[in-house]
């Protein structure tokens, strides 16, 4: 019985120092993955991507939570985490101060990832989309702070992959945001959404879990240019 002890206690130190060896990838594996965490992932993923309903999306991010704590290497958990945060921030109607909080959560989530090793280009598109969620919050008192920002983050994402379609995307956005006495305006911002299509149809996410949001977005927005232009004629 003693020597049974024994052993069961050698295992479990042996178990542990292995535990902390391999605690050091900054991605996720296959080897470290519980079965059907990739399905899971993909399920989740689909599932932010398809829905602005809030509680549902509050149900998402418990979800991302779940699989962040279980495969705690892999960044993609923390950067949904990081999106779902903050399309509750544009979808929900509550006040000001709400919506920061979220935006905190977003950028939390953010920070973690690139602590795992995340794509930084993805990260930094991100980062720029949550800036725009903070100055529509309050325009007049946040744009000489956060327009800067916004540019910045983009263009050290355009350095870092200048063929990510999402970078155009939020460029363009935040041209169309900004009121025509300061240089932005609908017609400023169609040559960067045209931009920004041309580059979604040559982009090719590097598996089913990368980030690929934002063409649905993109393709109404460009929609809604036809069917202005249709009106007035």
Same mark, same amino acid.
């Given at each position: 019985?003693?020597?049974?002890?024994?052993?069961?206690?050698? !295992?479990?130190?042996?178990?542990?120092?292995?535990?902390?060896?391999? !605690?050091?990838?900054?991605? %996720?594996? $296959?080897?470290?993955?519980?079965?059907?965490? $990739?399905?899971?992932? &993909?399920?989740?993923?689909?599932?932010?991507?398809?829905?602005?309903?809030?509680?549902?999306?509050?149900?998402?991010?418990?979800?991302?939570? +779940?699989?962040?704590?279980?495969?705690? =290497?892999?960044?993609?958990?923390?950067?949904?985490?990081?999106?779902?945060?903050?399309?509750?921030?544009?979808?929900?109607?509550?006040? @000001?101060?709400?919506?920061?909080?979220?935006?905190?959560?977003?950028?939390?989530?953010?920070?973690?990832? +690139?602590?795992? @090793?995340?794509?930084?280009?993805?990260?930094?598109?991100?980062?720029?989309?949550?800036?725009?969620?903070?100055?529509?919050?309050?325009?007049?008192?946040?744009?000489?702070?956060?327009? @800067?920002?916004?540019?910045?983050?983009?263009?050290?994402?355009?350095?870092?992959?200048?063929?990510?379609?999402?970078?155009?995307?939020?460029?363009?956005?935040?041209?169309?945001?900004?009121?025509?006495?300061?240089?932005?305006? %609908?017609?400023?911002?169609?040559?960067?959404?045209?931009?920004?299509?041309?580059?979604?149809?040559?982009?090719?996410?590097?598996?089913?879990?990368?980030?690929?949001?934002?063409?649905?977005?993109?393709?109404?927005?460009?929609?809604?240019?036809? =069917? &202005?232009?249709?009106? $007035?004629?």
């Amino acid at each position: 019985m003693k020597k049974s002890v024994l052993l069961l206690a050698l !295992a479990a130190v042996s178990f542990s120092a292995t535990a902390q060896k391999t !605690a050091a990838p900054k991605v %996720a594996t $296959t080897q470290t993955a519980p079965a059907g965490y $990739t399905d899971m992932m &993909a399920a989740t993923i689909q599932e932010l991507m398809s829905t602005g309903d809030v509680a549902q999306l509050k149900q998402v991010g418990s979800k991302l939570e +779940r699989a962040a704590a279980a495969v705690p =290497t892999d960044w993609m958990p923390q950067y949904y985490l990081a999106y779902d945060q903050l399309i509750i921030c544009f979808q929900s109607k509550e006040d @000001g101060e709400v919506k920061d909080k979220y935006l905190d959560q977003a950028e939390a989530a953010l920070a973690k990832a +690139r602590k795992l @090793g995340g794509d930084e280009s993805e990260l930094l598109v991100l980062q720029a989309y949550i800036y725009q969620a903070r100055l529509g919050i309050a325009p007049m008192t946040r744009s000489m702070k956060y327009s @800067g920002m916004v540019k910045e983050a983009l263009a050290q994402a355009k350095k870092v992959n200048e063929a990510n379609p999402r970078i155009y995307l939020v460029e363009a956005n935040n041209a169309y945001f900004t009121p025509k006495m300061f240089g932005g305006g %609908a017609d400023v911002a169609k040559p960067l959404y045209e931009e920004a299509k041309a580059r979604y149809a040559a982009f090719k996410p590097a598996n089913n879990l990368a980030p690929n949001w934002g063409e649905r977005q993109l393709l109404g927005r460009l929609k809604s240019y036809d =069917t &202005a232009s249709a009106a $007035t004629k």
